[in-house]
T-cell receptor
Framework: EDKVVQSPLSLVVHEGDTVTLNCSYE??????LLWYKQEKKAPTFLFML????IEKKSGRLSSILDKKELFSILNITATQTGDSAIYLC???????????FGTGTRLQVTL | NAGVMQNPRHLVRRRGQEARLRCSPM?????VYWYRQLPEEGLKFMVY????????ESGMPKERFSAEFPKEGPSILRIQQVVRGDSAAYFC?????????????FGQGTRLTVV
């Protein structure tokens, strides 16, 4: 059974800190890994990673994939209170049409 | 271009009643996915549909749950004879094709509460 594990489960930081969120996976026929941000409503897409070692960047967020060690990290620099959310990692496998999600990391950024 | 539209946003049903959740995909998207999120858990895949076809229902409970995506109109997730354990947030996502090269866009979800 495909498995996606995220750590930590929750995290509280001060505004301005840098955080690293982890996602490891054990799946068959890996195709891509996706990161989503979920506030009180719809998960919103952040990144899709398919190749190892290539960093994707969007403003203060960046992510990289290691297909040899089967993990990805999501970095957020200079955190702001608006970054408070649940960050979801999902893996798409080629033999199925579904995304397998981790349970998420709940990030809280305080003043 | 409106995003994925789900309705209702909140639904309260008594045990034994039926729940119908609707999802209108983004314009131009012909692939719909339903996920369920229990409190403090990640999203769990339920079913993947294309117009008039169920492609993968491996995550769907065998009884009481059904889904359809007709040629015209929204996709419907139907839960018959609801029980307390069905209380969850149900999210719909759509994509223009299978999500191998593109991300799936999620709706705002329907929060089902069974009392």
């Amino acid at each position: 059974e495909d498995k996606v594990v995220q750590s930590p489960l929750s995290l509280v930081v001060h505004e301005g800190d840098t955080v690293t969120l982890n996602c490891s996976y054990e799946v068959t026929n890996f195709r891509s890994l996706l990161w989503y941000k979920q506030e009180k409503k719809a998960p919103t897409f952040l990144f899709m990673l398919t190749s190892s070692g290539i960093e994707k960047k969007s403003g203060r967020l960046s992510s990289i994939l290691d297909k040899k060690e089967l993990f990805s990290i999501l970095n957020i620099t200079a955190t702001q209170t608006g970054d408070s959310a649940i960050y979801l990692c999902a893996v798409h496998t080629g033999t199925a049409s579904k995304l397998t999600f981790g349970t998420g990391t709940r990030l809280q950024v305080t003043l | 271009n409106a995003g994925v539209m789900q309705n209702p946003r909140h639904l309260v049903r008594r045990r034994g009643q039926e729940a119908r959740l609707r999802c209108s995909p983004m314009k131009g998207h012909s692939h719909v996915y339903w996920y369920r999120q229990l409190p403090e858990e990640g999203l769990k895949f339920m079913v993947y549909l294309q117009k008039e076809n169920i492609i993968d229902e491996s995550g769907m409970p065998k009884e009481r749950f059904s889904a359809e995506f007709p040629k015209e109109g929204p996709s419907i997730l139907r839960i018959q004879q609801v029980v307390r354990g069905d209380s969850a947030a149900y999210f719909c996502a759509s994509s223009p094709g299978r999500p191998m090269n593109t991300e799936a866009f999620f709706g705002q979800g329907t929060r089902l509460t069974v009392v």
